[in-house]
């Protein structure tokens, strides 16, 4: 079983569409979250944080269950800039640091 | 700041050759990341640093591959010799030092893409 799972895609929505992604994780010790966001032939770049309570950041909503060991990102309204790789990552402390570890990400296409 | 800088940004040599591939990450970063990426295996972390000590090499594919860090504000990735499945994009990322009650958000660079033929 992998670390991190997650759905590849992709997923093709119309603009103004909800549409939310979900990730699964291995390590039950995992300690910190996040998402982030990949464009064609680009670095990843941070896209939210994801905290136990849940967290919001304008049209983005993170959700962690860390029973079900679960991560969700939903998009409302999405844009047509929203077109990319969403990667899930999840991380554990080892001794010496923090490591990550990257889902392979899930693709999204907004289209007119 | 410049963000963390990887050169070359694209490489092309032929198998057997030595590559190497450079980083300088985001000053006052103590943390230096280095991944590979390719379609069918997604982002794979090799190697990292933390206050320029290996600390978790695990990911190291072979002994072909070596990672350093002399200093604060440069590390290398070194391949020799280089094989056809070694192409991929390879992304460097810099963050603060995290400790037990998390990590940080690691700043990547642009990445260096490989084809070794």
């Known amino acids: 079983r992998k670390e991190v799972e997650q759905d590849p895609g992709p997923f093709n929505v119309p603009e103004g569409a909800t549409v939310a992604f979900n990730c699964t994780y291995s390590n039950s010790a995992s300690q910190s979250f996040f998402w982030y966001r990949q464009d064609c032939r680009k670095e990843p770049k941070l896209l939210m944080s994801?905290?136990?309570s849940g967290n919001e950041d304008g049209r983005f909503t993170a959700q962690l269950n860390r029973a079900s060991q679960y991560i969700s990102l939903l998009i409302r309204d999405s844009k047509l800039s929203d077109s990319a790789t969403y990667l899930c990552v999840v991380t554990f402390f080892t001794g010496g640091g923090n490591k990550l570890t990257f889902g392979t990400g899930t693709q999204l296409k907004v289209e007119l | 700041d410049a963000g963390v800088i990887q050169s070359p940004r694209h490489e092309v040599t032929e198998m057997g050759q030595e590559v190497t591939l450079r980083c300088k990450p985001i000053s006052g970063h103590n943390s230096l990341f280095w991944y590979r990426q390719t379609m069918m295996r997604g982002l794979e972390l090799l190697i990292y640093?933390?206050?320029?000590?290996?600390?978790?090499d695990s990911g190291m594919p072979e002994d072909r591959f070596s990672a350093k860090m002399p200093n604060a504000s440069f590390s290398t990735l070194k391949i020799q010799p280089s094989e056809p499945r070694d192409s991929a994009v390879y992304f460097c990322?810099?963050?603060?030092?995290?400790?037990?009650?998390?990590?940080?958000?690691?700043?990547f660079g642009p990445g260096t893409r490989l084809t070794v033929t």
């Open positions: 640093f933390n206050n320029n000590v290996p600390i978790d």
């Open positions: 994801v905290y136990s």
């Open positions: 990322a810099s963050s603060l030092p995290s400790g037990r009650s998390g990590a940080y958000e690691q700043y």
